[in-house]
């Protein structure tokens, strides 16, 4: 498989995108952080513009009725994830070698970290066409995550911030070994008093992570690191230095996103 098989546009959230998904959830926007921050620390794609995911051995066990069971990619416990990011695609791969349906049903995906193997509850007619969403932009990653919440009528307990009913609706009867519940309240607290990613910005350290340079956590504040990488792209590209992130800003970071192979 191609290093960037699963690679598509790789757009960052939108306005718009976080404004339809609070109005289909009937929630505001700290409730929506709340949940990106806790399941991926509110970032949907890898640097090389992958979806962010992780792969179920015991997921693509169940699938495939244990035929390829190896303690690796399918085995009967949970577990085994080894190191995050890429090479979460590397056991994908293996995996897909095997059985490509079961192998995407049994990965999470995006912001929300929505199993394959929900792609129904998330709106789509099969798996592919939700990984295909997927790889094309967080805004369509949140509407998947949304439609999954309404169709478990999960964003009724985020409505009322009951944290342990969602924590055990989305993350499992197991939630309260990783303290799933209490993370939430605590990210709710914090999105609640200390304010809400800037989406320019955020935007902005999303491109320049695609494009090579380090501007830290992706979390919509214009801090040390992230201006540190604004400043070296723009002087990469021969530009003036700015402490802005406008329109101007983000219109010359898709510009060279797109003579990107």
Same mark, same amino acid.
């Given at each position: 498989?191609? +290093?960037?098989?699963?690679?598509?546009?790789?757009? /960052?959230?939108?306005?718009?995108?976080?404004?339809?998904?609070?109005?289909?959830?009937?929630?505001?926007? +700290?409730?929506?952080?709340?949940?990106?921050?806790?399941?991926?620390?509110?970032?949907?794609?890898?640097?090389d513009r992958?979806?962010?995911?992780?792969?179920?051995?015991?997921?693509?066990?169940?699938?495939?009725?244990?035929? &390829?069971?190896?303690?690796?990619?399918?085995?009967?416990?949970?577990?085994?994830?080894?190191?995050?990011?890429?090479?979460?695609?590397?056991?994908? #791969?293996?995996?897909?070698?095997?059985?490509?349906?079961?192998?995407?049903?049994? #990965?999470?995906?995006?912001?929300?970290?929505?199993?394959?193997?929900?792609?129904?509850?998330?709106?789509?007619?099969?798996?592919?066409?939700?990984?295909?969403?997927?790889?094309?932009?967080?805004?369509?990653?949140?509407? /998947?995550?949304?439609?999954?919440?309404?169709?478990?009528?999960?964003?009724?307990?985020?409505?009322?911030?009951?944290?342990?009913?969602?924590?055990?609706? !989305?993350?499992?009867?197991? !939630?309260?070994?990783?303290?799933?519940d209490v993370?939430?309240?605590?990210?709710?607290?914090? !999105?609640?008093? /200390?304010?809400?990613?800037?989406?320019?910005?955020?935007?902005?350290?999303? !491109?320049?992570?695609?494009?090579? &340079?380090?501007?830290?956590?992706?979390?919509?504040?214009?801090?040390?690191?992230?201006?540190?990488?604004? /400043?070296?792209?723009?002087?990469?590209?021969?530009?003036?230095?700015?402490?802005? &992130?406008?329109?101007?800003?983000?219109?010359?970071?898709?510009?060279?996103?797109?003579?990107?192979?």
């Open positions: 498989m191609p +290093p960037l098989a699963f690679r598509g546009n790789a757009e /960052a959230l939108s306005a718009d995108g976080l404004t339809e998904v609070t109005g289909k959830l009937g929630v505001k926007a +700290p409730e929506l952080w709340t949940v990106l921050a806790v399941e991926t620390s509110g970032c949907g794609f890898l640097p992958r979806p962010k995911i992780l792969f179920e051995r015991h997921v693509f066990h169940r699938l495939t009725k244990g035929r &390829f069971d190896d303690g690796d990619i399918s085995d009967s416990k949970a577990g085994g994830y080894g190191a995050l990011g890429a090479h979460q695609y590397e056991r994908l #791969a293996l995996a897909l070698r095997k059985d490509r349906s079961a192998a995407l049903q049994s #990965a999470s995906w995006g912001v929300g970290q929505i199993m394959g193997g929900n792609h129904a509850l998330a709106g789509f007619p099969d798996v592919e066409s939700m990984v295909a969403a997927m790889s094309d932009s967080e805004d369509r990653q949140l509407l /998947a995550m949304s439609s999954f919440l309404v169709s478990t009528r999960l964003h009724v307990a985020l409505q009322s911030h009951d944290w342990k009913r969602f924590a055990r609706g !989305y993350n499992g009867p197991k !939630y309260a070994v990783n303290q799933y993370r939430l309240g605590g990210e709710f607290q914090k !999105y609640s008093t /200390a304010g809400l990613p800037d989406l320019d910005v955020r935007a902005a350290q999303l !491109y320049l992570v695609y494009l090579g &340079f380090d501007p830290g956590r992706i979390d919509g504040v214009a801090g040390r690191y992230t201006l540190s990488a604004l /400043a070296d792209f723009r002087a990469h590209k021969g530009l003036p230095s700015t402490n802005g &992130f406008d329109d101007a800003v983000l219109a010359q970071l898709v510009a060279a996103l797109s003579v990107l192979p």
